[in-house]
């Protein structure tokens, strides 16, 4: 059994779907669920559902030493990236290399980058007149956006999309296939090893 921790900051739709999807799971389950943002609702989420949480600042996150004995403390094995708007620090890609996974909701390349996350990447998607969108999940680098993609799930677009429809769409892809993706790239890290 391989422990997961989830990376959040803000709402944590995407979070709690992890959490149920590996509630019953042989493969692994969430032990910790941590956010740079004392306010995001995710950690709300994560309490009500049993896991333990953790607010870890910016500034502390940068420092190593707040942060590895966290995980440690709760076997972390895996991380996954689920509306985490912080830049993952060298010492964490070094430790958990290839093994933490983030979603990002648009077909990397392209509308990916700096800057480059919620409504904002939406808006971008709308003003190219994109015909298709859809989520990436990928390994995390030391560049944004920039990791190995490990899966990508495609949605058509009509012209009179709106952003928020876009949204939605996006919504139901995450909702649909981030959990399936994560247990699929646990399995095959740890059974060949």
């Known amino acids: 059994m391989k422990n997961i921790a989830i990376f959040v900051s803000g709402n944590g739709t995407n979070c709690e779907n992890i959490i149920r999807h590996f509630h019953n799971s042989k493969v692994a ?85 700096k800057g480059m996350y919620g409504h904002h990447v939406h808006e971008a998607v709308k003003a190219a007149g994109d015909t298709e969108t859809g989520i990436t999940v990928h390994r995390v680098s030391n560049v944004c956006d920039g990791g190995e993609i490990v899966a990508q799930f495609k949605v058509a677009l009509t012209p009179s999309d709106t952003v928020g429809d876009i949204e939605a769409k996006i919504h139901v892809l995450e909702m649909k296939h981030f959990p399936g993706v994560i247990e699929k790239e646990i399995k095959e890290l740890y059974t060949t090893e």
Do not use: C, W
């Open 29 to 113: 389950r969430v032990k910790l669920v941590v956010s740079n943002r004392p306010d995001a609702y995710a950690l709300t989420r994560a309490k009500n559902l049993g896991v333990d949480t953790a607010i870890v600042g910016r500034a502390e996150f940068a420092g190593a030493q707040n942060v590895l004995p966290l995980l440690q403390k709760h076997s972390i094995d895996h991380i996954v990236l689920a509306g985490f708007l912080l830049m993952v620090p060298e010492y964490l890609i070094d430790k958990y290399d290839g093994r933490i996974l983030n979603i990002h909701p648009s077909l990397l390349p392209k509308h990916g980058g």
